[in-house]
């Protein structure tokens, strides 16, 4: 049986580790090629990489932590943020990338998704959605697309728009509760079931993660296909071993090494 | 004695990957290339015939580089390792894209999942995309030190359906029991990614530089 995967991700400036990893027995937790071997010895199923460098000037650091990163690390990494051009992802699949995530690029211009999976194939392009609850309470529910860390409305219909990147070829989207993201009170069970309901293709549930539990309750009720989640994997709160051994303890598929 | 290990390039896929981990297992006594070259291919020791993508385009790339033949040969007389589109263009025939001519080499079709396929009573999402058990279904070197049952990392929407079911080697349930893994003489091609299959994979790589069919 398939197993739901979790993902732990990294945010990378200008080639370095942010948000502080706190290893204790990790010789460099800001270098990227150290963190990305340990979370692939704890029995990582993918590990995603975004690039927050700010300065243009520092993107093609990037480049170099995934190609070193996939010299050593024989599992699937997907990278994401200041991805706008084929040009952006032929370089970054060049690089050792087995996936790229779209996020702002689809927004301003959807063509592009359409394009990128023709060229490369659907199953190396993740859209990225940043979606927001928009409805009030007692109203049916409805999330909109935001920009700019939730800070600039689109307009855009969450699920309507997930529907339209898969129509366009996206192979998986990455779903980020942007009111829940840092949060550290769980998953949008409502939305991520919203999204995963809608579309055919495998949902990552992102933002809001706190506890194992709410991992299992985005599997479970939220009815994601894959797990994402940064901060309680980075302070060593919990190991990518310990969550998948609680996940299948209460009755999810996961792969234990 | 140090072996060449080619990889084929014609464009399609993560070739990086595949090549990475080949190296990675190899050390230092063997040559991994990477190569569209038909020569090289011949002189090649041994040879891993990766792939992603759409049916129609690999099999236009293939002919664009001249490689229909060379590829056939090393498949049928060298150690030879199909990867995912790697394994389904030797089959006849693809359902995908309107349906598709392959190479023909081994009997059997290239068929999509059918939609709407349930799990626990929801919805299976199409691709498969994640890390799924392969049952071994016969003995073979290549799963030397890999467990029964092992996950490995797949990515498709497409599983090959083999004429002759003597040639299947391990089978991976998703939906359907589908053949993930086929094996001949000289040939072991997987639907999966071994160079993307964490240590698991790294083993099948390791054992298929060392096979000697």
Not at chain 1, 24 to 38: F, L, N, Q, S
Not at chain 1, 215 to 224: M, T
Not at chain 2, 154 to 173: K, L, M, N
Request: aromatic fraction near 8%; include cysteine; charge should be negative.
């Amino acid at each position: 049986m398939l197993a739901r995967r979790i993902i732990p991700c990294l945010d990378v400036d200008g080639g370095r580790v942010v948000k502080g990893v706190r290893f204790v027995d990790i010789r460099d937790a800001g270098d990227p090629v150290e963190v990305a071997r340990r979370y692939n010895e704890e029995g990582a199923d993918e590990i995603t990489f975004l690039d927050i460098t700010a300065s243009s000037d520092d993107r093609d650091t990037i480049i170099h932590v995934v190609e070193q990163v996939a010299a050593q690390v024989f599992i699937p990494l997907t990278v994401g943020g200041g991805i706008r051009t084929c040009e952006d992802i032929r370089r970054m699949l060049n690089a050792g990338a087995d996936k790229v995530a779209i996020n702002t690029a689809a927004i301003s211009n959807p063509e592009f998704v359409l394009e990128a999976t023709r060229r490369f194939g659907s199953q190396c392009i993740v859209v990225a959605i940043d979606a927001k609850q928009v409805s009030g309470e007692g109203e049916f529910p409805r999330w909109e697309i935001f920009t700019h860390g939730g800070r600039k409305p689109t307009g855009l219909d969450a699920v309507a728009w997930a529907q339209q990147m898969v129509e366009y070829g996206a192979g998986e989207i990455l779903l980020t509760s942007m009111d829940r993201d840092g949060t550290k009170i769980g998953f949008d069970l409502a939305l991520t079931r919203a999204i995963s309901q809608a579309v055919s293709v495998p949902v990552i549930a992102s933002g809001g993660v706190g506890n194992l539990q709410h991992l299992v309750d985005g599997v479970q009720e939220g009815e994601a296909d894959a797990v994402l989640a940064a901060s309680i994997f980075h302070f060593a709160e919990y190991s990518i071993g310990e969550a998948k051994r609680y996940m299948a303890e209460h009755g999810v598929e996961v792969r234990l090494t | 004695m140090p072996k060449s290990i080619v990889v084929i390039d014609y464009g399609m896929g993560n070739l990086r990957s595949v090549s990475k981990a080949i190296e990675h297992v190899a050390g230092q006594q063997h040559r991994v290339h990477v190569t569209d070259q038909p020569r090289i291919i011949r002189e090649a020791d041994r040879v891993v015939f990766p792939g992603q993508g759409a049916a129609r385009d690999c099999m236009a790339a293939l002919s664009e580089h001249h490689l229909n033949e060379a590829v056939l040969v090393a498949a049928r007389e060298k150690p030879f390792l199909g990867i995912c589109m790697g394994l389904q263009v030797l089959m006849e025939s693809s359902e995908e894209n309107g349906g598709t001519e392959l190479l023909g080499m081994i009997p059997g079709r290239v068929k999509r999942f059918p939609p709407n396929m349930l799990q626990g009573g929801r919805r299976l999402k199409i691709p498969q995309m994640g890390w799924n058990q392969v049952y071994q279904v016969r003995e073979h070197p290549l799963w030397a030190g890999i467990p029964q049952d092992t996950r490995f990392y797949f990515v498709h929407s497409y599983y090959v359906d083999p004429g002759d079911t003597r040639i299947i080697a391990g089978t991976t349930g998703f939906g359907i029991d589908f053949t993930s893994v086929i094996a001949t003489e000289n040939l072991f091609a997987t639907q999966f990614h071994p160079e993307k299959s964490a240590g698991a994979g790294l083993q099948l790589l390791s054992n298929f530089i060392n096979w000697s069919p």
